[in-house]
């Protein structure tokens, strides 16, 4: 009988190893394998530590940012608060953006949550709106502006910082469209002030501000203006010397003449000398031979 179980126990360890696909009418269970134990299994988008009986693994996945431990029955945390997380740190004006929420943990890990099971909203600055799915867009700005929006989940609120990016220079409010960077507009006039307008002289020196925008000037200082004069050239009469200031570097100027003054008479003076001292510019003219030459300077603001 001792020799009878032994070699019982031996087919039933010969069974017991021999797995193979099962099925009913119920179920399929495919043709068993035997895994890598506790190695790392690793991809593009995740790393797993794997455990082996009671000893503990951790997995991470970069997006959303997932930390999960493994290795009991059971794993225990206790929420701690909620983490909202943007696709980018920035987004253009008018733009839109995919917000991220997860749940942190007790113990340094993190449960990834559904975007659409967050309640969403704008908590400052200029977003028009986050939806549903958590996809924030940004409004109109005149310059880089910082905004933050806001998810709640389960008794838990997270925020995110965002910045909107000004890519659009003429766009924003009552200065939208009207040829001058409101950037510059706020920077001298303030939000919405019709003192702003581009055929306005506010300060009275007889420099409109779309004239004074382009040539780098205040608009609310009367003493910043820009001067033009022409002198002559001691001792050569055939020449003449077409003085202006301010000029700034990141300006370009270009001075044009015409004997008559009619609008298909001007042309680009050719063959003079320039020379600058700080921000005057001083442009001689060689052929200053004519009875009677007008002098005139393009400005333009890249």
């Given at each position: 009988m001792k020799t009878q179980s032994l070699i019982l126990f031996a087919i039933a360890c010969a069974v017991s190893v021999q797995a193979g696909p099962r099925s009913s009418a119920n179920y399929t269970i495919a043709t068993d394998t035997a895994d890598g134990g506790g190695k790392r299994a690793a991809s593009a988008s995740y790393t797993n530590d794997a455990s082996a009986g009671s000893i503990a693994g951790i997995s991470t996945v970069a997006s959303p940012v997932e930390t999960a431990k493994s290795g009991y029955v059971?794993?225990?945390?206790?929420?701690?608060?909620?983490?909202?997380?943007?696709?980018?740190?920035?987004?253009?004006e008018t733009a839109t953006v995919q917000l991220n929420a997860s749940q942190s943990l007790d113990d340094a890990t993190f449960l990834a949550v559904s975007a659409a099971s967050v309640a969403w909203s704008v908590q400052s600055g200029?977003?028009?709106?986050?939806?549903?799915?958590?996809?924030a867009t940004a409004g109109t700005v005149y310059q880089n502006t910082a905004?933050?929006?806001?998810?709640?989940?389960?008794?838990?609120?997270?925020?995110?910082?965002?910045?909107v990016v000004n890519t659009l220079p003429d766009n924003f409010g009552s200065y939208a469209g009207d040829g001058l960077d409101d950037a510059w507009q706020n920077q001298y006039f303030g939000l919405n002030n019709p003192n702003a307008a581009p055929l306005i002289d506010p300060d009275g020196d007889g420099q409109n501000n779309s004239f004074e925008f382009t040539a780098g000037l205040v608009p609310t200082n009367p003493l910043s203006r820009f001067l033009l004069r022409i002198e002559p050239v001691a001792g050569e009469p055939a020449r003449k010397r077409l003085v202006f200031s301010p000029r700034y570097n990141h300006r370009t100027y270009h001075v044009v003449t015409s004997t008559t003054l009619e609008a298909a008479s001007w042309s680009a003076l050719t063959g003079g000398i320039v020379s600058d001292n700080g921000t005057e510019r001083s442009v001689t003219d060689t052929a200053a031979t004519e009875p009677k030459k007008f002098y005139r300077v393009e400005i333009t603001n890249p």
């Open positions: 059971g794993q225990l945390y206790e929420v701690t608060g909620l983490t909202v997380t943007s696709a980018s740190p920035t987004v253009n200029p977003l028009t709106g986050v939806n549903t799915s958590g996809v905004a933050t929006a806001q998810g709640v989940y389960l008794g838990h609120t997270g925020a995110a910082g965002l910045t």
